[in-house]
């Protein structure tokens, strides 16, 4: 085991350090480029499609409920977790390049996810898409979408939902001293049982979970910021100074937040990673830009808001940054510094929320490009069975090695995610200028018809003419 770590963390140097970091960041600077910067040009807009997609017809998926199931995969432990891992092994500025990749990077989700959109095709109960069709159909490469479909069921199917696992056992076991084994057991099982049951209960529980994990940690977080307001500028120069200051420089630390920074971020708000995209397909809307832009809405919701709370607690909290604590217990240990000996109570059970919804999540991801690649059902129920299996991996294996798997997984679905949108993104720059242009004309819900895009009208199965 201890050689397989070894392995792994070699290919995640060689990855992160000569590809992946430069390719994130000149994808997103690209992309808010060419969208003359999308994701802050239609904040309101994303805001006001959000409000108005709760309603559904029969057996369609919202757009509300898609963004949710989103969320639920992106908020989970790297919320709590990798947020910690990051300032632990990368020091107070990591905080700062996960926001700076949030910022861009929610351009790179808006492109991925309209591309989604675009190349979506019918389902037996809903909408289905995402990276390995519009690599398919758009790039004309189906080996690139099976290549792809591999990647993302193995890192969010195996590896992420072993993260989630490991961490939640982790937090119940410092905050109750509850054996890791029956937790992952416990998990296990609840995971089994919700999986078997498809998109749509998937879709039903994270509608719900989402919003009550999200809303209840943002109150606590929120809480504690308004508690020591006095701090924040304080914090603020903390993180800014330990990105770019030159003590941080000297010793190599810039090099070491910025790709924790970026790691953790990438992690937690998947933009660009592919994983979204295959949920974003889901929704029944009018226009492929308005799920677009209401994706990009998820980075900011994940990254600037409930990994901010997170760094802010543990930065306000004073607690160690030596290597003593690390992941989820650093977490637990600067609530219980900040508020006292429930905090990693609290933590414990708010993890359970953030961590079970993005197994659920997860898993869908998985499911559907399992789908894609083959639509046997003895496939399918082995992969669901696999899915759980993993969720007890996790429980049982070390901190260190669940997210060495999830980093090169996660890096090498990134990557080939990213070629295909830097091919295929002209198509969504239209679009959003089609999208604009009726906006201007004073149409309130614009639509989209193949004819805006002839060249493809083939290609698209679900858009009216």
């Known amino acids: ?254 090099g070491v937040a910025l790709m924790q920074g970026i790691r953790r971020g990438l992690f937690s708000n998947e933009a660009g990673m592919g994983s979204a995209p295959n949920v974003a397909a889901t929704a029944s809307v009018s226009h492929p830009v308005k799920q677009g832009l209401i994706q990009a809405l998820g980075v900011f919701t994940d990254t600037l808001l409930i990994c901010s709370c997170t760094a802010f607690i543990i930065l306000f909290s004073g607690a160690p940054l030596d290597g003593s604590f690390n992941g989820i217990r650093l977490t637990q240990e600067a609530l219980d510094q900040v508020i006292g000996s429930a905090g990693s109570s609290i933590v414990a059970v708010a993890l359970f929320f953030f961590a079970f919804s993005s197994i659920l999540g997860n898993y869908y991801y998985g499911e559907a490009n399992i789908r894609f690649i083959t639509g046997s059902k003895p496939v399918l129920y082995f992969y669901r069975l696999l899915v759980g299996g993993m969720v007890l991996f996790g429980a049982l294996a070390s901190l260190e090695m669940v997210w060495s798997l999830a980093d090169v997984t996660m890096g090498l679905m990134t990557l080939c995610n990213l070629i295909a949108i830097v091919f295929l993104g002209k198509y969504a720059f239209r679009l959003l200028k089609d999208y604009q242009d009726q906006k201007g004309a004073g149409v309130k819900s614009p639509v989209f018809r193949k004819e805006t895009l002839p060249e493809i009208a083939e290609d698209l199965e679900c858009w009216g003419k």
């Open 1 to 254: 085991m201890d050689t397989l770590h070894l392995f792994i963390d070699r290919i995640n140097d060689y990855l992160w350090t000569y590809v992946l970091i430069a390719l994130l960041l000149g994808c997103a600077v690209w992309f808010s480029a060419r969208t003359r910067f999308v994701q802050f040009r239609l904040f309101r807009e994303m805001l006001r499609l959000l409000a108005d997609s709760t309603g559904k017809k029969k057996n369609e998926i919202s757009s509300f409920q898609a963004f949710a199931v989103s969320i639920a995969s992106r908020v989970g432990t790297g919320n709590l977790a990798g947020v910690a891992t990051a300032i632990a092994i990368g020091g107070p500025g990591a905080v700062f390049w996960m926001w700076l990749i949030a910022l861009l990077g929610a351009a790179s989700a808006f492109v991925e996810s309209t591309l989604a959109q675009l190349y979506k095709r019918r389902g037996a109960d809903s909408f289905i898409g995402g990276p390995a069709y519009y690599m398919e159909r758009g790039l004309k490469k189906r080996w690139m979408g099976i290549l792809f479909a591999v990647l993302i069921a193995v890192t969010f199917g195996f590896a992420f939902n072993s993260v989630q696992s490991n961490t939640m056992c982790a937090a119940f076991e410092g905050a109750f001293a509850w054996d890791r084994a029956v937790v992952g057991g416990v998990l296990t099982v609840a995971t089994l049982l919700i999986i078997f049951g498809g998109i749509h209960r998937i879709a039903r529980v994270s509608s719900i979970l989402v919003p009550v994990m999200a809303i209840g940690y943002l109150l606590l977080a929120l809480t504690i910021v308004v508690l020591n307001v006095t701090h924040v500028p304080d914090v603020f120069r903390l993180i800014v100074g330990h990105a770019f200051g030159w003590e941080q420089a000297l010793g190599g630390g810039i």
